[in-house]
């Protein structure tokens, strides 16, 4: 169960301001049904230039649908350029909190008023779009979204982004990317792990080093894979040599041989023996393609 | 306010004889029943007794019930103990909607060289056995297949599907914690070498369950460090818990058919007329192969949660597969295995009913969700009107 605050829970069951203003000064949406939230925002304007009416349309769990009514209730009154200074912190912190896994809801409210402002400005009634490099192809997030949550909510970990937009919640394949976004943006905050560090190289008997390869493919090669729907296979060791078989997604890619020698050789290079080099076994081309999800 | 609990395939009210059955073993008889003593002794004769009483609800030998700490344990002691046993063989067979105490376990087994082959569901949420029957081969050690869903209800053709594994020497678990107590079972006409059961589900309390193994299926024991449970399960037995599970499964044994007939006349009630009453929903699951305590109704356009906040000011208890519900971002993987659109699978609410539930609270429910769901609706910008 969620914990919310009595304001979230007020705003729920007493949404403020339902509907669409007919013929709006500003139209914002953002989300869709697939997303699991979505959010219509309307405004309209006095004659001095400031939001006199906001009203909302929402598909979501009782913290989006708070959320958009809270939105509409703050935004009255505020001229264009004071709207458009609303984080998502303050929607948040209007409602006295949300969940952490719910903050993405304030971050949807952000960004349906964003769209309305622009919409207002631009006259364009185009739905939000999406702008840079999209990163997390489940939720549809682009980096630049990535890096502004980031940046507003000063998030250090994957699971705080994927809290605030999304973003690596569903296949999980992007998550790679998104600690690279995060390394590169806070850098010195990141609390520094403990990260697995190669043993020194000795002289490994034959049944140590196999132990050594699959204990590698598991914990260091399959999770990455995995994530892209991908598996992998230890067929055999002979001498230097390691033969494997990809399963999965992974079988049928086309970059196989890309993610073969990228991926596995260098770990178990690194991890292993230098000397090691991988082949892939012939009968995994033919695989069935076992799609995840 | 008054609760009115749909919710009884998340968990059950312990019925009142169980709680009484149980409640001298607290601080009268709290000896160990391991002990050489009177006083302690007189406690193995109770456990004796609740292990009959359990081996006659599911028609089986009372040697072959193991009691453990719940329906998790069973099931993670039947995965790892069957692959234990044969350490030849690497493939496990089970299917995409089990619940995450297999699934998670065998995805784990990869990691250890395991193959896993994730059988798929068709719109129904039935499964093909001979699909399943191509699977098995020589390399198959273990094939686990849930007796009945916990998010539809929907069963499966559990004895087929044993058989077919038998037929090929190969192991048959299956996590019956939906199925026990609401539908009959005959483990002795059955190919199950593996059965898991939660006395949570069946009113007797948390924390215990059985693994029942058919004698002669080869496991290795998963908790060392004494002789309880023949060997198999070391620790000082739960035994209030045991006591009461024992009860639990005699008071189903003779309830099972109320439960078929008067729980299952209030569920199609609940069902029939939500289904008429809310435009736009739709049930997810086998309408024919299914518990009768189960229906699992989408409402589309409107979000789970949403409806189970709204329920819940009335008192009324459900559960939902929307991704919000359970903190990830993705909606239930069975009613996706299922192929149900996303539209309705966020709006995707079960209601599980139990032989404490009253047609009062039914109607009560058929009157309140309807105006709930237009509610929401109106808020939704998916719906013109």
Not at chain 1, 216 to 243: C, M, S, W, Y
Not at chain 2, 24 to 32: M, Q
Not at chain 2, 242 to 264: H, M, W
Not at chain 2, 280 to 286: E, I
Request: some cysteine; charged content about 25%; overall charge negative.
């Amino acid at each position: 169960m969620w914990e919310y605050t009595d304001k979230v829970r007020d705003h729920f069951f007493n949404p403020r301001n339902v509907g669409e203003i007919e013929n709006p000064d500003g139209v914002g949406e953002v989300g869709s049904l697939a997303c699991g939230d979505a959010l219509k925002l309307t405004f309209s304007l006095d004659k001095n230039g400031k939001i006199e009416d906001a009203r909302f349309k929402t598909f979501g769990c009782a913290s989006a649908i708070a959320t958009s009514s809270v939105l509409t209730e703050m935004i009255k009154g505020m001229t264009i350029e004071e709207a458009a200074k609303v984080t998502n912190r303050d929607i948040a912190d209007y409602l006295g909190g949300l969940p952490e896994q719910k903050m993405h809801c304030s971050v949807m409210g952000r960004e349906a008023l964003e769209a309305a402002i622009e919409n207002y400005r631009t006259g364009g009634r185009k739905k939000h779009e999406l702008e840079g490099k999209v990163v997390c192809t489940c939720f549809g997030v682009t980096e630049n979204e990535i890096e502004r949550v980031i940046r507003e909510n000063n998030i250090t970990t994957v699971e705080g982004v994927t809290n605030y937009c999304k973003a690596g919640g569903g296949c999980g394949g992007c998550k790679p990317e998104i600690e690279k976004i995060i390394e590169r943006l806070q850098g010195a905050k990141i609390k520094e792990e403990t990260v697995l560090v190669p043993p020194k190289p000795r002289k490994l008997t034959n049944i140590q080093k196999i132990q050594l390869i699959q204990q590698t493919i598991n914990e260091q090669i399959r999770p990455a894979l995995r994530a892209d729907g991908g598996n992998i296979e230890l067929i055999d060791v002979i001498g230097n040599k390691v033969i494997v078989a990809f399963r999965g997604m992974c079988a049928q890619c086309r970059l196989t041989e890309f993610t073969m020698k990228d991926v596995v050789e260098a770990k178990l290079k690194e991890f292993v023996s230098k000397e090691l080099f991988v082949e892939e076994s012939k009968d995994s081309a033919n695989e069935p393609h076992n799609h995840r999800g | 306010m008054k609760t009115i609990y749909f919710d009884n395939n998340a968990t059950t009210r312990v019925a009142d004889e169980v709680a009484e059955e149980i409640q001298p073993f607290f601080c009268e008889l709290y000896g160990n029943p391991s002990s050489m003593h009177t006083f302690g002794g007189q406690v193995g004769r109770v456990i004796r007794k609740a292990r009959e009483q359990v081996a006659e609800l599911l028609g089986c030998d009372p040697s072959d019930i193991f009691f453990t700490s719940g329906g998790t344990e069973s099931d993670n002691t039947a995965i790892n103990g069957v692959l234990a046993a044969v350490p030849n063989r690497h493939k496990i067979i089970t299917s995409r909607v089990e619940h995450p105490a297999v699934l998670t376990v065998c995805r784990e087994m990869q990691n250890h060289g395991y193959t896993v082959v994730e059988i798929a569901v068709d719109k129904a949420g039935q499964l093909d056995p001979a699909e399943l029957e191509e699977q098995i081969d020589d390399d198959t050690a273990l094939v686990t297949i849930m007796y009945a869903n916990n998010e539809t209800g929907v069963i499966f053709p559990v004895e087929k599907v044993s058989e077919l594994a038998t037929e090929k020497g190969v192991f048959f678990h299956t996590d019956a914690v939906q199925a026990v107590g609401k539908i009959p079972l005959n483990l002795s006409k059955s190919n199950i070498d593996l059965l898991s059961l939660s006395g949570h589900k069946l009113h007797a309390p948390k924390g215990v369950g059985v693994l029942y193994v058919r004698k002669g299926t080869r496991m290795l024991p998963f908790m060392l460090g004494g002789h309880q449970e023949a060997g198999r399960r070391a620790g000082t037995e739960n035994v209030p818990g045991i006591v009461g599970l024992g009860k639990a499964c005699e008071l189903a044994a003779r309830n099972i058919s109320q439960e078929n007939e008067k729980v299952k006349y209030l569920r199609d009630k609940l069902e029939k007329a939500l289904l008429e009453k809310c435009p736009d929903s739709r049930l997810n699951g086998d309408k024919e192969n299914r518990l009768p305590n189960t229906t699992n109704i989408s409402f589309e356009y409107v979000e789970g949660e949403a409806i189970l906040l709204m329920l819940d000011k009335y008192g009324i208890c459900a559960s939902s597969g929307s991704a919000c519900t359970s903190g990830s971002l993705e909606p239930s993987h069975v009613l996706r295995a299922m192929g149900v659109p996303f539209t309705a699978a966020h709006g995707s609410i079960r209601f599980s009913l139990s032989r404490y539930n009253t047609e009062e609270e039914v109607d009560y429910t058929i009157q309140k969700t309807p105006p709930i769901i237009n509610r929401l609706r109106e808020l939704s910008p998916f719906v013109t009107r």
